[in-house]
């Protein structure tokens, strides 16, 4: 017996597909906006970081990322005292968002581990490479990342995803090949960042996907306990005879802390604002949507470089850069019609998604 047409039994359906469109819909836009917070503070973070690191005489990386962490503890305490609503984790822990020395060691540890050794490098690649060039290789990073989530069980492993990533390796591998001014060292802490982001963006997603950890209440946990290490490494650092001291481990005089305190505080706020935007991206969205959310960052940061900062780009390197635009396109198209890649390589869920008008009826006939 069918139901009348304005029975009580179809409306309430037709409320909860209204419903699930809906909160579809804000997801969508969630994620759009956080994904274009993202990009905004990366960029003007870079920017401000190579200003830092070159055309001031302020050029010590990992003072610079204890400070950064430093001003993300203190704001993150001060916002927990004022706003304890914000970390619910911590003020109404259940049994999966608690808080446990087990996941301080086990899981949080290593992520804050990769994260320090991660932003120390990145900031030493500053004094050796350009903008632009650090940016095209940092897109090899897809590859590691997307293994590492599939192993992890954040990603399911695809075919096409999988090309996709291969490629944007390919293309990546073609931009260093076109730097006229390739630097050895720069090149080989550039790959090091690379490994250890790789690592930390993979745990990052596990220990969010896991848990009920909220991104407020992580930002607090990951930049107390880079403090810490960085003040252990630091600290020890600073008992070594000044002639085997590495320089990255330096510490500033008082005199050169007094002339770039400004444009230093103006990095540690951008370096708390891309640290929230990221975690609440990952929580809410994927692993892999941060990933490419970067190839953006990453093609804004390589046109800044060549129209601002006059950084060369070789005919190689152009031509590799438009391609790597491409497989940010390519992923684009495997995450918004999954379906039609589903099983498939690149190629033939590309001729699935042309030649088929919707891929989704496909799959739920």
Not at 10 to 15: D, N, S, T
Not at 142 to 171: D, Q
Not at 187 to 201: D, K, P, T, W, Y
Not at 289 to 313: E, N, P, S, W
């Amino acid at each position: 017996m069918s139901a009348e047409p304005n029975s009580p039994w179809r409306l309430i359906a037709a409320g909860v597909l209204a419903f699930e469109q809906r909160a579809s819909a804000m997801g969508v836009m969630r994620t759009l906006l956080l994904t274009t917070l993202v990009i905004i503070f990366s960029v003007v973070l870079i920017a401000t970081n190579r200003a830092i690191m070159l055309q001031s005489e302020f050029s010590y990386p990992a003072v610079l990322v204890l400070l950064d962490q430093g001003l993300s503890c203190f704001i993150s305490i001060i916002l927990r005292l004022l706003v304890p609503s914000w970390f619910p984790c911590l003020t109404n822990p259940d049994k999966d968002g608690r808080v446990t020395w087990q996941i301080m060691c086990r899981q949080v540890l290593p992520i804050v581990l990769c994260f320090v050794a991660s932003l120390v490098t990145s900031n030493m690649v500053y004094r050796y490479l350009s903008i632009a060039f650090m940016q095209m290789l940092k897109q090899t990073s897809i590859v590691f990342i997307y293994l590492l989530s599939v192993i992890f069980g954040t990603e399911r492993f695809g075919w096409a995803r999988m090309e996709t990533c291969i490629l944007a390796a390919i293309f990546g591998v073609l931009s260093a090949k076109g730097e006229v001014h390739m630097n050895a060292i720069g090149f080989g802490i550039q790959m090091l960042a690379i490994v250890f982001e790789s690592l930390r963006v993979s745990l990052l997603g596990v220990l969010l996907s896991g848990s009920q950890l909220d991104p407020f209440t992580t930002v607090l946990i990951m930049s107390s306990s880079a403090v810490v290490v960085l003040s252990l490494i630091i600290g020890g650092a600073a008992l070594l005879p000044a002639t085997i001291l590495p320089h990255f481990l330096a510490m500033p005089t008082a005199a050169e802390m007094q002339d770039t305190w400004q444009i230093c505080l103006f990095s540690c706020v951008m370096a708390f604002l891309l640290q929230l935007s990221v975690l609440a991206l990952i929580k809410h969205s994927a692993t892999m949507t941060y990933v490419f959310a970067r190839l953006i960052k990453d093609v804004i940061a390589v046109i800044m470089g060549a129209a601002l900062l006059r950084d060369h780009i070789s005919p190689l390197q152009w031509v590799s850069f438009q391609l790597q635009i491409v497989t940010v396109f390519m992923w684009s198209l495997i995450r918004l019609y999954p379906y039609a890649f589903r099983g498939r390589s690149l190629f033939g869920g590309l001729v699935t998604l042309m030649t088929s008008k919707d891929p989704d009826a496909e799959h739920v006939a």
